[in-house]
């Protein structure tokens, strides 16, 4: 592992570092490198894109869940509404049927 000391030579480093293991691995001027020189920021993006990739998945899953629910709840009120209206309808029957026994007797 090499570390350079200033941002500004950083270049100067790595082509310090392609020219040492050019010359151990005794690879010719004309011959391509058989290695890689790996710096922390391809790190820091391969990182940063997977944590992107994660947010995106979990913001999926939260806006999924909060629509279920919301379904959820939609139906929940949906019943409970359709069970006062029956009941308020058989209430207003029963009244109909006082109003007729009282009119009868």
Do not use: H
């Not at 392609?18 to 820091?44: T, V």
């Not at 992107?52 to 959820?72: D, Q, Y």
């Amino acid at each position: 592992m090499v570390k350079a000391n200033l941002w500004k030579e950083l270049d100067n480093t790595k082509e310090e570092v392609r020219g040492i293991m050019r010359k151990s691995r005794g690879l010719k001027p004309k011959d391509q490198d058989d290695f890689a020189i790996n710096q922390q920021e391809m790190l820091i993006q391969t990182f940063n894109t997977i944590g992107s990739v994660i947010a995106a998945v979990g913001l999926f899953i939260t806006g999924m869940s909060l629509f279920v629910g919301g379904i959820g709840i939609m139906i929940s009120c949906l019943y409970r509404l359709r069970n006062a209206r029956e009941k308020l309808e058989s209430a207003k029957q029963l009244e109909r049927l006082d109003v007729l026994f009282l009119c009868s007797s």
